[in-house]
């Protein structure tokens, strides 16, 4: 764990460094988001009236071994099912404990009947020095050309004739923005212990730049490099240390401030926290807002495939009734 950032206390900030919501009125802002995510539709209201329905966002976790992806899937479903829920596995191993590249549907409701929403989670086997990702690799996971479950080692090769691998997948099948999973407890690190790993991701953002594909940072653990932030989450946008870890994940990876979102996940816990559930949900709603800017890009395309004809809608229907 980083020394840097735990040594002395964080004087929280009278003034946020960023203005998210009203963490004063979480009983308010906590449903409300909540809300407007459960009724989370690919391009919102550019397709109202339409008749276009474009099925579901995809969203890729990527980073280091042991970053917190699995974990952070696990938090924002935890969210949505209003109970803590493990459905990943998480933990510290030596080789990354995820070996499957899974889309995780995310499920909203405690009920019986729980309600699907319009974006899947994928998760990825983490990078190793030693299981670092190949450019050719990245692009097949970016195009949708590896399906749900498939074992996936970053550095393996993959061969088109393989099972699991999709030659002609549709716009819904790929990858619409890629969250970077950053421990925030190894960004004084970055330049050195795990440089191999860093400078690969670098690598992939090359492949995700040149594919257009939209990239965010979700920087995992803040509460490790803050105390005030164990203590509360909502106290993170107050708190120094995790400004300046912000900055820093900025610089290193390239991408604007606003692109980074400090997340604290589920890992002891046994109970939902508001200020985590609503932190999770500001960080997701920043990347839906990127999944819709890279759909924005593909708008024709989009109302030429996905719109819903009278004679979809009766094969559809046949479908059912058969
Ligand atoms: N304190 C704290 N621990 C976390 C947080 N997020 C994840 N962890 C812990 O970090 C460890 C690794 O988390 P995972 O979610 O398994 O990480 P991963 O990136 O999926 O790892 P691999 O699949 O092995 O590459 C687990 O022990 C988690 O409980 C967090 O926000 N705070
Ligand atoms: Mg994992």
């Given at each position: 764990?980083?020394?840097?950032?735990?040594?002395?206390?964080?004087?929280?900030?009278?003034?946020?460094?960023?203005?998210?919501?009203d963490?004063?009125?979480?009983?308010?802002?906590?449903?409300?988001?909540?809300?407007?995510?459960?009724?989370y539709?690919?391009?919102?209201?550019?397709?109202i009236?339409?008749?276009?329905?474009?099925p579901?966002?995809?969203i890729?976790?990527?980073?280091g071994?042991?970053a917190?992806?699995?974990?952070?899937f696990?938090?924002?479903?935890?969210?949505?099912r209003e109970?803590i829920?493990?459905?990943a596995?998480?933990g510290?191993?030596?080789?990354?404990?995820?070996?499957?590249?899974t889309?995780y549907p995310?499920?909203?409701?405690?009920s019986?009947e729980?309600?699907?929403?319009?974006f899947?989670?994928?998760d990825?086997?983490?990078?190793?020095?030693?299981h670092l990702?190949t450019?050719?690799?990245m692009?097949?996971?970016l195009e949708g050309?590896?399906?749900?479950?498939f074992?996936?080692?970053p550095?393996?090769s993959?061969?088109?004739d393989?099972?699991?691998f999709?030659?002609?997948?549709?716009?819904?099948e790929?990858?619409?923005?890629?969250?970077?999973?950053?421990?925030?407890?190894?960004?004084?690190?970055?330049?050195?212990?795990?440089l191999?790993?860093?400078?690969?991701?670098?690598?992939?953002?090359?492949v995700m730049n040149?594919?257009?594909?939209?990239q965010?940072?979700?920087?995992?653990?803040?509460?490790?490099?803050?105390e005030?932030?164990?203590?509360?989450?909502?106290?993170a946008?107050?708190?120094?240390k995790?400004?300046?870890?912000?900055a820093?994940?900025?610089?290193v990876?390239g991408?604007?401030?606003?692109?980074?979102?400090?997340?604290?996940?589920?890992e002891?816990?046994y109970?939902?926290d508001?200020?985590?559930?609503?932190?999770a949900l500001l960080t997701?709603?920043?990347?839906l807002?990127?999944?819709?800017?890279?759909l924005?890009?593909h708008?024709?395309?989009?109302v030429?495939?996905?719109?819903v004809?009278?004679?979809?809608?009766?094969?559809?229907w046949?479908?059912?009734?058969?």
């Amino acid at each position: 764990m980083s020394q840097m950032y735990l040594d002395g206390l964080s004087e929280l900030k009278e003034t946020p460094w960023r203005n998210t919501c009203d963490w004063n009125n979480l009983s308010e802002t906590l449903p409300q988001l909540k809300d407007e995510l459960e009724n989370y539709e690919p391009l919102g209201d550019l397709l109202i009236g339409k008749n276009v329905h474009f099925p579901k966002v995809n969203i890729l976790l990527f980073g280091g071994i042991g970053a917190g992806k699995s974990s952070v899937f696990n938090t924002i479903n935890s969210v949505f099912r209003e109970k803590i829920f493990n459905v990943a596995r998480s933990g510290c191993t030596e080789h990354s404990l995820t070996t499957k590249f899974t889309k995780y549907p995310v499920m909203s409701g405690s009920s019986t009947e729980p309600m699907p929403l319009k974006f899947r989670i994928c998760d990825i086997r983490g990078l190793e020095p030693e299981h670092l990702m190949t450019k050719e690799n990245m692009r097949y996971v970016l195009e949708g050309s590896i399906e749900d479950r498939f074992p996936f080692d970053p550095s393996g090769s993959i061969s088109a004739d393989m099972p699991g691998f999709k030659k002609h997948p549709d716009l819904d099948e790929k990858i619409h923005c890629v969250a970077l999973v950053q421990d925030a407890s190894m960004v004084d690190t970055l330049q050195d212990l795990s440089l191999k790993v860093t400078t690969n991701i670098k690598e992939m953002q090359t492949v995700m730049n040149s594919l257009d594909i939209p990239q965010v940072v979700i920087m995992s653990k803040i509460d490790s490099i803050c105390e005030e932030t164990k203590q509360d989450a909502a106290n993170a946008f107050r708190s120094p240390k995790v400004e300046k870890c912000v900055a820093k994940v900025s610089e290193v990876l390239g991408l604007p401030r606003n692109m980074v979102f400090p997340m604290k996940n589920y890992e002891n816990e046994y109970q939902l926290d508001p200020s985590v559930d609503t932190m999770a949900l500001l960080t997701l709603k920043g990347i839906l807002n990127n999944c819709d800017a890279h759909l924005f890009n593909h708008y024709d395309e989009i109302v030429k495939k996905y719109t819903v004809t009278q004679m979809s809608l009766r094969e559809n229907w046949n479908l059912l009734l058969n």
